[in-house]
């Protein structure tokens, strides 16, 4: 083998070398974005989970308000109408009995 055989067999030695390296580094570099997307995607996924959570607590906070609402409703409703019905009770009552007036004496 001549010396400018060995040089170019060392030359192709040398750019398969760097090939080689080059695939590594690609390969390397490749398996980092991976990593990252992977740990965005988990990221996201406990972030959906976390919003979605606190979404579910807010309209269960909306549901239990709107219920105590209805609720003071009803009762309410349910206290005027005894009211009304105490206050047919009374006005039938005055209705029915003479007035008493101190300074006129009974009235019909």
Known sequence: MTTTQQYVALA?????LAGAG????QLHRLRRVVRAERA????T????ERDLEAFRTRVARAVAE??????????ATAGLA??????????????RTTHHNPQEGDTP
């Open 66 to 75: 709107q219920r105590a609402a209805e609720d003071f409703a009803a009762r």
């Open 12 to 16: 192709a030695v040398l750019v398969a």
């Open 40 to 43: 965005a995607a988990l990221l």
């Open 45 to 48: 996924d406990a972030a959906h």
């Open 22 to 25: 080059r695939v590594w580094w």
């Open 82 to 95: 005894v009211m009304a019905a105490a206050d047919a009770i009374v006005t039938a009552e005055l209705a």
